[in-house]
């Protein structure tokens, strides 16, 4: 069970947050090319290691975080409100 | 009657090749004291170069090896292994065998894999267990009996069969099931009857018997640790024992593609995500089909044991623990006994997660990359039991003729980049959503 600092909220259960995925991702510039695009909307680093990722705070502040997490310790070294609205996946 | 005449002792083979199983080997045995069984694999010792190095002694791994000797006479072949066979997720699933998909590409491809299962045992000559029991999918509304009865009509038009039963046929097949759920009453169901389940380590030993039989070095304890390019081209891998040349290299690492790739500066379409499974006490017979949760995700099978095995979604970050968490745990216990109220008086015995290679669009890769002679067989997401069989067949179909197996084209690399993704719940590129 994740327990993620919330900025806004406090600690808070994971269940309150959904997932959002890699935020390293960079859109490239629209004349960038089906390269850089393929790179952009299908590759990822998937690290064995610290990944910064997004969390939606889903059932509190509905803020976007950005939280750098170890992919296999599961241990939260930093949350910081994410800025980077660009960067987010919106799907549903 | 003369003694028998010791036979002059052969040459040292390279390895003993396993006699037949059969009735009347076990009986003759049984009468020995079964004191004259031989081990199932040889314990090979790597040898400093292969035609092929196979990364990963799991199902995709060992099938691909057994088909590479059986199919297209490659026996240059070694399957390294980091753990002992049958640890990783050919061990960790819930051994259900189905090819109840949408996508035409992917009902022929599992439908391959399908009718591979069915000759498995005579082609390797091991019991691995396989139990035509029949998959049920429950269906609870009726926009997804529609989407269900589309589903059986694309398969049936493919000539693979598929049924809808109405909720008198359910609940003769699942006695136990509550159909009259208040909130999600069960309308019906979606029949696969030559779906089933295998015995999942049985899946390992048997294509490692056959492998090794046929000549394949089958290497446990021997972790690879990085690939070795030189100029645009594989060249062989490095391991904890040392390097190892090769011509091809097939990775064969689900959960770990991402890492093993990295290695050699190749990103991947893959996010790795835990999948948790669990087992009950045993109990008496209850349920003799694979049953499928409609209102949420939930699927269950009855082992020999008697123990029921069941599973739900993906816990739904980015992880490489080989755990799950209490969520995820909670939202399939909730399924389990919302459909099968009685489950609810059962223990759980064991309860593990398995680390998945999740893509882009929930189809996985058998794949050539951009690195000459590095060939990709991953990205299974959780479906990747089901498709031993034909993983291996047209991965070593790949390998030995440089082009795909025409059952496995449409799961190219290439296919993010053209835009002909396999998004079989159209999804789109969220890994955590599939």
């Not at chain 2, 590409?105 to 019991?127: C, K, T, V």
């Amino acid at each position: 069970m994740l327990r993620i600092p919330c900025p806004w909220c406090g600690l808070r259960d994971e269940s309150e947050f959904r997932y959002r995925g890699d935020a390293t991702r960079r859109r490239p510039a629209a004349e960038a090319g089906i390269d850089a695009f393929n790179a952009y909307v299908y590759e990822r680093d998937n690290p064995r290691d610290w990944h910064s990722e997004w969390w939606l705070h889903v059932a509190g502040c509905r803020r976007l975080l950005k939280v750098v997490r170890h992919t296999l310790t599961h241990e939260i070294r930093s949350v910081e409100p994410g800025a980077d609205p660009q960067g987010a996946e919106r799907s549903r | 009657m003369n003694a028998p005449h010791p036979r002059p002792r052969p040459p040292l083979q390279r390895r003993a090749t396993p006699s037949r199983y059969s009735i009347w080997r076990l009986l003759r045995e049984g009468l020995g004291g079964h004191r004259g069984w031989s081990r199932a694999w040889a314990k090979a010792s790597p040898r400093p170069r292969y035609r092929v190095v196979i990364v990963g002694g799991g199902g995709h791994g060992l099938s691909t090896a057994f088909h590479l000797a059986a199919e297209h006479g490659i026996t240059d072949v070694a399957v390294l292994e980091r753990g002992p066979l049958g640890l990783g997720n050919v061990g960790r699933n819930t051994t259900i065998i189905r090819s109840n998909y949408f996508h035409p590409d992917n009902i022929r491809f599992y439908e391959l894999s399908l009718r591979l299962w069915e000759r498995l045992e005579r082609e390797l000559n091991f019991n691995a267990m396989v139990s035509q029991r029949g998959t049920l999918n429950l269906f609870h509304t009726e926009a997804q009996r529609d989407l269900f009865t589309r589903r059986a009509n694309q398969m049936r038009l493919l000539g693979v069969d598929a049924e809808a039963v109405g909720p008198a046929e359910v609940r003769r097949l699942v006695p136990l099931a509550d159909l009259d759920n208040g909130r999600y009453p069960v309308l019906g169901g979606f029949l696969q009857r030559r779906g089933g389940t295998v015995r999942h380590d049985a899946v390992a030993w048997g294509y490692a018997r056959a492998a090794s039989a046929a000549g394949v070095d089958i290497v446990e304890h021997c972790e690879v640790k990085g690939l070795a390019v030189t100029h645009g081209r594989v060249s062989g891998v490095e391991t904890s024992g040392g390097f190892i040349a090769a011509d091809t290299v097939c990775l064969a690492v689900a959960g770990h593609s991402s890492v093993l790739a990295a290695t050699a500066e190749l990103k991947l379409p893959i996010e790795s995500h835990v999948l948790q499974a669990f087992v009950s006490e045993p109990v008496k017979p209850v349920l003799d089909v694979v049953l499928t949760y409609g209102a949420g995700h939930f699927y269950v099978s009855q082992s020999d044991k008697g123990g029921l095995v069941f599973g739900g979604a993906i816990d739904g970050y980015n992880t490489y623990g080989q755990r799950g968490t209490l969520p995820m745990a909670e939202e399939v216990a909730a399924a389990a006994v919302t459909l099968l109220p009685a489950l609810a008086r059962l223990k759980v015995l064991r309860q593990w997660g398995g680390v998945m290679d999740m893509t882009m669009d929930g189809s996985p890769i058998i794949s050539k990359t951009n690195i000459e002679g590095l060939i990709l067989n991953g990205g299974w997401c959780y479906g990747g039991f089901k498709a031993i069989p034909a993983g291996g067949l047209t991965t070593a179909h790949l390998i030995a003729h440089g082009v795909p197996h025409p059952a496995a084209a449409h799961l190219d690399l290439g296919r993010f980049a053209a835009g002909c993704t396999v998004d079989e719940r159209g999804i789109g590129p969220f890994p955590y959503l599939h």
